[in-house]
């Protein structure tokens, strides 16, 4: 890899996880641009958590195009000659909405008729997009992850339960299988790394480690 490459950090895991935190500490380290997860943007979020049937389409089609729109900044980010930032961070990126998706639908709060016109605007965007540099996962056990939710008591999120947690982690794990086997329509196959996550405010000297292996450009940045 050219010396000079700016990386695409893409970092995926279950609500409550703990993605923008670890994100927020990254790029302050090691200088990288954070583009964050639009949450207290998101006008559909407290509507969803009341009345999945009725909002969930229109939510995850409000993600896509937004989410799409960042990961259209990063790839400008990351081609610039400017020396701002060193690389990008991703706090979730389009395939991690998709697993939502496709959850929401196999319990029929999108209809099949819905998620296949999501999937036309999904394939749509990520025919375009640049793909990510590397996938960090935080694996996080659900009970871990519920904690964490009622720690920080957003609102919109009261109604989350340890099921929905459950099963949300195992779209993921499906997510990595794809990824790792070049099955997905945006990235292809892409190196991912799965982390547990599952300590508070843990170190983050491995995952720096990591960067650094396997981008050249970070391990000029001093931690």
């Known amino acids: 890899m050219n010396d000079k490459t700016k990386p695409i950090v893409w970092f995926e895991g279950i609500i409550g996880s703990g993605k923008s935190s670890i994100s927020k500490n990254l790029g302050n380290l090691l200088k990288l641009r954070v ?89 749509n965007r990520t025919n375009t997009l640049k793909p990510p540099s590397i996938m960090l996962f935080l694996d ?39 990824l790792q086997n070049g099955m997905h329509d945006w990235c292809g196959k892409v190196d991912v790394v799965r982390i547990p996550y599952n300590v508070d405010h843990q170190p983050l000297e491995k995952v720096v480690e990591i960067l650094k292996e396997r981008f050249p450009l970070l391990r000029k940045q001093a931690v």
């Open 35 to 123: 583009l964050y997860e639009p949450v207290d943007s998101n006008p559909y979020l407290e509507d969803f958590y009341k009345d999945k049937k009725r909002w969930a389409f229109a939510m995850q089609l409000h993600l896509l195009v937004v989410r799409a729109n960042m990961q259209d900044l990063a790839a400008a980010e990351v081609i610039s000659n400017t020396e701002d930032y060193n690389g990008v961070i991703l706090d979730r990126g389009l395939p991690g909405d998709h697993a939502f998706a496709r959850m929401l639908t196999r319990h029929g709060y999108i209809h099949e008729r819905e998620y296949e016109t999501y999937k036309l605007f999904y394939l």
């Open 140 to 178: 996080v056990e659900p009970e871990v992850a519920m904690r964490r939710i009622k720690e920080r008591a957003r609102g919109a999120e009261s109604g989350m339960t340890i099921d929905y947690l459950k099963e949300l982690r195992d779209e993921y794990y499906d997510l990595m299988v794809e």
